[in-house]
């Protein structure tokens, strides 16, 4: 969020506090790492559930706007035998502002570790937000037991907005259609499919199936704030039957403690209704760049997953495990990876050498929706 501060200055000296989260192994790659402008808003904040306020780290004076940066006390306990710093998952190496505009640095990186669900990030250096300049600072994100990683970052101020041109008017890219997807990516023990939610619309399933598509995933609905069931849902299920295809179910997921999974289980499964599934049921936690607002570490999100297993199983039913290729390396368990893998890759060809039961591989077009449809192919 952007905030006009005239004829105030804003001075962020030596240290600003903030608490966050952590995870089960270190990263595998990189953190992603974006030049941010102010001027465009951070992203999304569709899961900001446990984030302070800005209230809570700015006091405004008629003169001054002081970030004091203090949190509540935390007590900080060490997790026993913790030799593995936090690490980043966004870190953006240049922020751009505009004189006279505030904003919220902690918006601007994520971050976990593998024990401690609640990282501390501080930032060392200063910089005025009334003079426009290249102001150099640090980040630095600790967790309980003391260990540390840091990143130089740079806060460049500008005198006035940068100029900016509409974008050039081109043609959407064009989708891959059903019947050139199912050519170049059906194989001898392989089948293809899509996945679909309230954004597909009303469906014409057997046109779906007439067009080749052989199993569906459907969103059941998920958790954001409170259980939702997706709209559509219980026709989809319906018609897809009706249609002979084959059906999975996905959830959606912004839970942060295994317990929380567990009761919403029994929403899940209230809704499901009974019905039989001929493909997993699928846990989708995707809300990464916000990670460090759910209070939780990359252990933590991993229990989940397997509360969330075990409840699926107990009830007769499978359980797998939905990501991107990135995520899958830096997030998530071998264990978590053992299940039915459904692993969201955009790309012509699979380059990912774990084991995968079914591959999102784009965004293509059938006859049946009105729009664009993820397909998928599927291993097993």
Excluded at 274 to 301: A, C
Aim: glycine share 8%; hydrophobic share 35%; charged share 25%.
């Amino acid at each position: 969020m952007k905030k006009i501060i005239p004829a105030v200055i804003l001075t962020v000296i030596l240290i600003f506090s903030f608490s966050a989260c952590s995870g089960v192994t270190g990263p595998t790659s990189e953190p992603a790492d974006t030049d941010i402008d102010t001027e465009t808003e951070p992203a999304p904040e569709t899961a900001d559930t446990s984030g302070p306020d800005e209230t809570d780290r700015v006091t405004e004076t008629s003169a001054e706007v002081t970030v004091t940066g203090e949190p509540a006390e935390v007590i900080r306990t060490p997790a026993e035998n913790d030799v593995t710093p936090p690490f980043f998952i966004v870190l953006n190496s240049k922020i751009r502002t505009v004189r006279g505009v505030w904003f919220d640095i902690e918006k601007y990186f994520a971050f976990a570790d593998d024990l401690d669900p609640d990282v501390e990030m501080t930032v060392e250096g200063s910089y005025n937000i009334n003079f426009a300049g290249s102001y150099p600072i640090r980040v630095i994100i600790s967790d309980h037991s003391g260990n540390s990683t840091s990143a130089n970052v740079t806060v460049e101020v500008l005198e006035t907005a940068p100029e900016t041109q509409p974008p050039a008017q081109t043609d959407p890219e064009p989708r891959i259609t059903f019947a050139e997807f199912t050519q170049k990516y059906k194989k001898d023990g392989t089948s293809v499919g899509i996945d679909v939610s309230k954004w597909q619309g009303n469906i014409d399933f057997d046109k779906v199936a007439a067009a080749g598509c052989e199993f569906v995933i459907i969103r059941l609905g998920g958790y954001v704030d409170g259980c939702f069931t997706d709209t559509y849902f219980k026709s989809n299920i319906k018609k897809a039957k009706e249609a002979g295809l084959k059906v999975g179910i996905y959830w959606y997921s912004q839970e942060n403690s295994p317990e929380l999974v567990m009761k919403n289980m029994d929403y899940l499964f209230y809704e499901l209704g009974g019905e039989t599934l001929d493909l997993p049921i699928y846990f989708d936690w995707e809300d990464f760049t916000h990670f460090q607002n759910y209070k939780m570490s990359v252990r933590d999100l991993n229990n989940m997953f397997s509360a969330f297993c075990l409840e699926a199983e107990s009830r007769g039913y499978r359980a797998g495990l939905y990501n991107s290729k990135y995520f899958l390396g830096l997030m998530w368990s071998e264990e978590s990876k053992e299940k039915d893998l459904w692993l969201a890759l955009y790309s012509d060809q699979m380059n990912y050498d774990g084991d995968v039961f079914m591959w999102q591989q784009g965004i293509g077009r059938i006859d049946g929706i009105n729009g664009d449809v993820d397909v998928n192919v599927m291993y097993k």
